[in-house]
C-alpha cells in the first residue's frame, strides 16, 4: 500500500469510531469548541474526549487555537471541512448534544471585546469584510485591503494601523478581528454612531449602524 493509500485508511479508522464521528460532527458548524464542551456534545467522558481529539488533532484534522485559560479545537481548513462532510454524512443517524453558550443573550449580537467589536457584528464584519477584500490576511496577519477605501473614507479614518489580528469570539465561537486596526474601526464606528455604548460591554447597533453593514458588509447582522 502506497503512503496515500496508508494515509486515507488511518482517517478512515478515526472515523469509524462513533465518538470522533459525534465530535467532527458537531465542529462542522464551523465554530470551536473545547475538549469538555466537545464530550458533552459526544456523551462521552472528557478524558476519553481528550484522547480521540489528540489523535485527530495528530491526523492533521483539527486545529488547536489557545486563548486565554482556553484551548479550542476547530476543523484544520475548508479542504478537511469538505472531505469530513462527504464522509460523515454515512452518520447522519448519530446523537450529537446541543452545546450551550454561556453568553448572556443581551451580549450576543455586539460587545466590547477589550477594545474591540465582537459578538455577532464582529464575527460576520471580519467574514463579509475579507470576502470583499476590505480585509485581507497575510500569514495570519490581517490589514486593510485595496477595496477598504470608501469605507476609510466614511469612517474618517485616514491613515488606518496596519495591524490586525484574529481573535476567537467567546459566543459565535469564529473569529472577530482584533489588535490595532480592530480599534480604530471601533472607535469610528462609535464616534460616527454606527453604535452605542450599552451597559457594562453591551454595544447597540443604531439604525445607521446596521444600514451602514448591510451596505459594506454584505447583510444584515442578527444574534441567533
Known amino acids: 500500500m502506497n503512503d496515500q493509500g496508508a494515509g486515507l ?8 469510531d462513533a465518538s470522533r464521528s459525534a465530535m467532527l460532527l458537531r465542529l462542522m458548524d464551523g465554530r470551536a469548541y473545547t475538549a469538555g464542551e466537545l464530550a458533552r456534545a459526544a456523551g462521552i467522558a472528557a478524558s ?3 484522547h480521540h481529539l489528540e489523535r485527530l488533532e495528530a491526523a492533521g484534522l483539527l486545529a488547536a487555537h489557545r486563548q ?7 476543523i484544520a481548513n475548508e479542504e478537511i471541512a469538505s472531505f469530513l462532510e462527504q464522509a460523515l454524512a454515512m452518520h447522519a443517524g448519530l446523537s450529537v448534544r446541543p452545546i450551550a453558550t454561556p453568553c448572556p443573550r443581551h451580549l450576543r449580537e455586539a460587545r466590547l471585546c477589550y ?50 489580528r484574529y481573535c476567537l469570539d467567546w459566543s459565535e465561537r469564529r473569529f472577530h478581528l482584533a489588535g490595532p486596526l480592530a480599534s480604530e474601526l471601533l472607535h469610528a464606528m462609535l464616534e460616527q454612531r454606527w453604535l452605542l455604548r450599552g451597559e457594562h460591554r453591551q454595544l447597540l ?6 444600514r451602514a453593514m448591510r451596505r459594506w458588509f454584505a447583510g444584515a447582522v442578527t444574534a441567533p
Open 9 to 16: 485508511a488511518r482517517v478512515g479508522a478515526l472515523l469509524a
Open 48 to 50: 476519553t474526549a481528550t
Open 68 to 74: 486565554g485559560r482556553n484551548r479550542y479545537l476547530r
Open 115 to 164: 477594545n474591540h467589536l465582537a459578538g455577532a457584528a464582529g464575527v460576520h464584519m471580519l467574514a463579509a469584510g475579507l470576502a470583499a477584500g476590505i480585509f485581507v490576511e497575510n500569514a495570519g496577519a490581517l490589514r486593510c485591503g485595496e477595496n477598504a477605501a470608501p469605507l476609510l473614507r466614511e469612517l474618517c479614518i485616514e491613515k488606518p494601523s496596519s495591524q490586525g
Open 205 to 210: 447597533l443604531t439604525e445607521k449602524g446596521r
